[in-house]
Structures are given as structure tokens and as C-alpha cells.
């Protein structure tokens, strides 16, 4: 999978950059051989100013710490979830940290991710899954690909409806889809969850390649109506058995479906 992006800058997104990218690959999985072209939209540019360079070799240790471990329980459950079905397709796979989980549990992953360095990090796993540089929105793969899709803290950054429609292409029939993101909490722990990211502006400070995640992030949870809009178009598009599931006192959700 080779891509190229156009280069711009987050203050001129109104300029309506595009995204030019092409797979020219081989193998079972059946890469296609064609050009795509993409509008960037303010969730690709969030992403590209959140996830860079200067924080990718950290990313692992930083998400650990910033959730106080519940990334790995959350991530947990997206494995548990895909069951007994063998061939995952990771979208926004970064580092390979849920990817590697999958491997570990004997599944057959490709990972696809918008940021290369990211990528290159995943590379450094034991084992990791081949992985290529893309979008969610317009997937390089044949039809009827894979036995499960899965995602974790994409759904607020994408156009759900051109993602979900790209798994719909790629499932095999009876194959699930799964998107695991942060959601904004009610209650007392509405409370908590906001003094968190206020000590996290506060580390921000400190450790520099953070600064803009720490400082934005908890305004794009916040703005983000991921859940419903999720679980909406799923029914929409003719997936069956919708379910959600919040966790850790509703600071993440958990939406799933499958393809009849």
C-alpha cells in the first residue's frame, strides 16, 4: 500500500485539501489496484493534529497512564467481542497495541492507520500485523474480506456513515463490526472526568508533544454525539444485533453489529 498526501495546515482545513491515495498490493486479502480521492474533513485534521511524529514512540505509555489503565480492559472487551472469528481488519490501528492483542489471541489482523509514523511504531511489535497507510472511509480491500472489523477512539474523528459503509463492503456475511471510543460521562463523574483533563492540560505543559491532544481532546468528546449516530446508521444500513455498552462509569462505550 503506497499513499501520498497532500500537505496542509490545520488553519487552512477551510481550503477543502484532498487526499490522494493508491494500492498497488498482492495477497490473500486482495488489495486493489486503484487511485482514490478524498476530502479531508475536521475530524482527519484533529487527527493529524493530535497524532504526529514527535508523540508517536510515547503513545503507548501515554494512553496507559492518561486512562488509568481501563485502555487495555476496554480493549479487552472489543477481543472478547469478535469471538470465535479469525480474520480482523483494524481500522486506525496505530501503534498495533489492540492489533497485537487480537494476534495474541490467535486471530489474523490487518491493520490500516492515517498517520505513518504510528505505523512504523506498530512495526516495532513482536508479531505485528501487516499494516497499511489509509483512511477508514475508503478501504483498500476486496469485497467480502474479513470475519470482523474493529476500532478503537476512531468513531469520533470519522464520517461514520462512509466508514460504516466501507465495513458493510468488506464483511464477509455474519462477520461484526466494533467501535470502541471515550464518551463524555454524567453525574459525579462528570465532575472527575473534567478536573482529569484539566491535570492532563497541566502535564500538557510539560510534556510538549501532548500539548495539543491534552488541550483539545476533551472538547472533541464532548462535541461528539458518536453513540447515537453509530448505532443509527448500523440499523440504517441493514446490520443486525445493535448493542451498546458503556464502561468505567460511562467514560467509554462499546457499539457492535453484525452483517446477516
Given amino acids: 500500500m503506497r499513499c501520498q498526501f497532500t500537505k496542509y495546515k490545520p488553519s487552512n482545513i ?50 496507559r497512564l492518561a486512562t488509568f489503565g481501563q485502555d487495555s480492559v476496554w480493549k479487552r472487551k472489543v477481543v472478547k467481542a469478535v469471538g470465535s472469528r479469525k480474520s480482523v481488519l483494524e481500522l486506525a490501528c496505530g501503534t498495533g497495541v489492540l492489533s497485537s ?88 463523574m462528570r465532575s472527575l472526568w473534567n478536573a482529569h483533563f484539566a491535570v492532563l492540560r497541566l502535564a500538557g505543559r510539560l510534556v510538549t508533544s501532548w500539548r495539543t491532544v491534552f488541550d483539545q481532546l476533551d472538547s472533541v468528546i464532548k462535541n461528539s454525539d458518536w453513540v447515537n449516530k453509530t448505532s443509527d446508521v448500523l440499523y440504517i444500513r441493514g446490520f443486525q444485533n445493535v448493542d451498546c455498552k458503556y464502561y468505567t462509569a460511562g467514560t467509554a462505550a462499546i457499539v457492535s453489529a453484525e452483517k446477516p
Wanted: with cysteine; hydrophobic share 40%.
Fill in 101 to 188: 492483542m487480537f494476534l495474541g489471541a490467535g486471530r489474523s489482523v490487518v491493520g490500516i492507520d492515517l498517520t505513518f509514523e504510528y505505523l512504523r511504531a506498530s512495526r516495532r511489535k513482536p508479531q505485528m500485523a501487516a499494516v497499511a497507510q489509509g483512511t477508514a472511509e475508503v478501504l483498500p480491500y476486496r469485497n467480502e474480506s474479513f470475519d470482523a472489523v474493529a476500532s478503537s477512539y476512531l468513531a469520533k474523528y470519522v464520517d461514520i456513515e462512509k466508514v460504516i459503509d466501507e465495513c458493510w463492503r468488506v464483511l464477509k456475511p455474519g462477520g461484526i463490526i466494533i467501535f470502541h471510543d471515550f464518551t463524555y460521562p454524567s453525574g459525579i
Fill in 14 to 63: 477551510g481550503a477543502r485539501p484532498l487526499i490522494y491515495f493508491y494500492s498497488m498490493h498482492n495477497s490473500k486479502y486482495g488489495y486493489i489496484s486503484t487511485t482514490y480521492m478524498l476530502l479531508v474533513h475536521e475530524g482527519h485534521a484533529s487527527a493529524r493534529r493530535f497524532f504526529t511524529p514527535a508523540n508517536a514512540g510515547s503513545y503507548d505509555s501515554v494512553v
